[in-house]
């Protein structure tokens, strides 16, 4: 798990928060469909139906008018999908904005800065599954329970540790 991955919820909505003001943007208090906070907390994003769909939905019904994501890793977790998400978002007039990392989308540069960003993070999404999946072969390879967890009965060779 990177750092990033630990900072709590409530840091990315205060952040987020503070976004919205800057742009003028009203979140209503609470969780969708009563309130306008949408959270995804899961931690991968790579197989799970991200909650962002409903979130792109209402700017679709005229509900919201943006999308404010702490960063734009948090939109999606590969290029196909950041793609057709933000064309969803941006072909209803809705906007993506990341509360970390203040791009000026209505430009060139802009909209390359922003595509950079996006495509950086699906390379690192790729670059820890690669990584996890070489650990797994590892761990299987040496007789090792491949998620870290032990087996029932399972007993560890070599010297015994002690715990503090």
Known sequence: MTLEEKISPAIQRDAIGASAARRGYDIPPGRWPQGGWTEDLDVSGRDFQRTITAAIAQVEKGAAKAILVWKYSRFG?????????????????????SATEEVDSTTAVGKFTRGMLMGLAAFESDRAGEQWAEAYQNRLARGLP?????????????????SP
């Open 77 to 97: 977790r590969n290029r196909m999908g950041n793609q057709l998400n933000l064309a969803r978002l941006e072909a209803a007039g809705g906007e993506l904005v």
């Open 146 to 162: 491949p998620i870290g967890g032990e087996y029932f009965g399972y007993v560890r060779p070599g010297p015994a540790t002690s």
